[in-house]
C-alpha cells in the first residue's frame, strides 16, 4: 500500500479524486436540492492525524517476514467502502484496526497463519481487495479473540494454466481484475465480470461474496463462471472436481461460493472463461414512467433475448446522475458476441421497449457505430456516471450527508407493491430522519422472474450523528425488503451490516446446518467472526 497511491479512508486512488472545484459544486447542489446553505466539504484524513492502537499480539518468529504491523497498512484493512466505513474513516476513528497485516505468499503460508490463529485463539479476516461495503472485511469481532490479523491475497496474483479447448483457466484468488483481464487478453479469452469495484477488487472476493458483475441477464454473479474451487480451511483443503456440471447431490462449489470468509481462505479456483467478443448492438431509450420502462425489460427477458446488458433508471436517478433531464425514465440496451452479428436481436427487443412506450431519443439514433454509441449520449453519461459514483459519495458524506444504496430482488408480480411501498417509506422516514430526502431506483439486473432493484437516497446529515442517521434509515428499509419478500442483498454480500437481516431470510434450520459446518471447518471460530454465523467466542 502506498500513501500515494490507494486511499486508506475511501474509495479508490487520490489522483481520480474529485477536485476542489467539484467539491465545491456538488455542495452548492445539494444546497439547491435541501434548500441549505453554508454545505462545506471536510478534508479527508491524513496519517498523521489519525492514532492506531499497539498491536496486542505478535507473530511467531516464521510469519514475521509476511506480516506487518506497519501504520499505513492496518489503517488501509481497517475499513471496507461502505457509508459508515467512510464516516468513521472521516472521523478519524481507526480503533478497530487489525492488529497485524498479513500478506502470504503460498498456500503453505496461509496454513501456517490459520495454524497460529487457531493456537492463539486469534482472528483471521480474509481479504481481497478491500471494497466491500457491507462490513465484510472489518476486524470488528468483539473481546473473544486475542486480537486480529487481517491476510491480504494480493500476492496470490497469478493465472496459474488456461485451458483454451474447455475455454477454461486455473487462477490465483488474490489477482486484481485489471491484472485478471490483462494476462487473458493474448489469448483472446475473457472473464467478462466486471463490477463497479473491478479495479480495486479480486478474484478470491468476488467468489466469497458472490459478486454481480457485467452482465445484467444470464451470467449476473460470479457463480455461472466458476468451473471448480479451492479453499484452506482451519482442518484442511477442499478442491472441488473440476466439471462443466454435476448432478453429484449437493454442490460443494455453491456451498463454497458466497462463504464470506467465514469457513476458510479461497486460493484458486477454475474459471469459465469466453471469447472477447467483437460483435456489438447498443441502444437508449426514454420512457414516460419508470413502470413502463420495468414492463418493457421483463419482455425482453421473458422473450428469451437476454442481452447483456439492459438496465434502466428512473427519472430521478437519471437526473442525479446528469445521465438525462430528469423527466423521464432511461434504459441503456446492448447486445454483445464473439460469433455473430445481432442486429436481429436489437430490433426485436427495440420492439418490446416501443411496446411500452420506449422511444429512441433523436440524438440516440444516428449512424455512430455500436461502439463508439456506448461511449456517448445517454449510454456514455450513464457509464461515466457509474465509474465515477463512489468518489461523489464519498464528497457528499464527508460534507455531513446521507449518502447510501440498498439493492434487492423481486419477483414481477410482486415488483409494483414492493416499489411503491419503498419509496412512499423511505420518504417518509427520511422527512422524519433527516428534514427530507432525494430517493431514486435503477435495475441493476433482470431476470425473466423478476428484477434486482437498486435504490439510491440522499438525505441531509448532521455531522457527529451521520452514522445514527443512517443505521435508522438503514433498519427501515432493510424490515421493509424482508417483509415485502425481497432479498436484504442481491450482490453486495452479507458481511455484518446485513447479518441481522439475512438471519431472517434464510431457513431456520438451514442457519444451523451453517453453524455446524463452520464448527467442522472452522472450530475455533477464528475465520471472520460475525459473519454469516453469529459469534462463537
Known sequence: MSESGRKFWGWGVKEADLSQEQKKE???RMEGLFDLSGLTVDPPPTLKEIEIPEPKIKPPDSLSEICTTNKLERA???YGKGFPDIVRAYERDFKIAPDIVAFPCTEQDIVDILDW??????AAIPYGGGSSVVAGTEPQVGEGYKGTVTIDMKNLDK???IDQISRAANIQAGIYGPALEASLKPYKLTLRHFPQSFQFSTLGGWIATRSGGHYATLGTHIDEFVESVRMITPTGEIESFRLPGSGAGPSPDRFLIGSEGAMGIITSAWMRLQDRPTFRENAALVFPDFHSASEAVRAVLQAGLYPSNIRILDSNEAWFNKVHEGTEAVMVLGFESADHSLEAWMNRALECCMDHGGVVPDE???DTGAQDRNKQGIAGAWRDAFIGMPYVWEALVAMGMISETYESAITWERFPEFHETVITEMNKVMN??????FISCRFTYAYPDGPAPYYSITAPGKKGSQL???AELKNVISELFI?????????????RYHHKWYKKQRPELFGEVLKAAKHKLDPGGIMNPGVLVDLVR
Open 26 to 28: 456538488e455542495a452548492q
Open 76 to 78: 488501509s484493512h481497517t
Open 159 to 161: 493465472v496459474l494454466e
Open 483 to 495: 417483509k415485502l419478500g425481497g432479498t436484504i442483498t442481491h450482490h453486495h454480500a452479507v458481511g
Open 117 to 122: 490463529c487457531s493456537r492463539e485463539g486469534v
Open 468 to 470: 445514527e442517521m443512517g
Open 432 to 437: 422524519e430522519v433527516c428534514g427530507g430526502g
Open 364 to 366: 440516440e439514433g444516428d
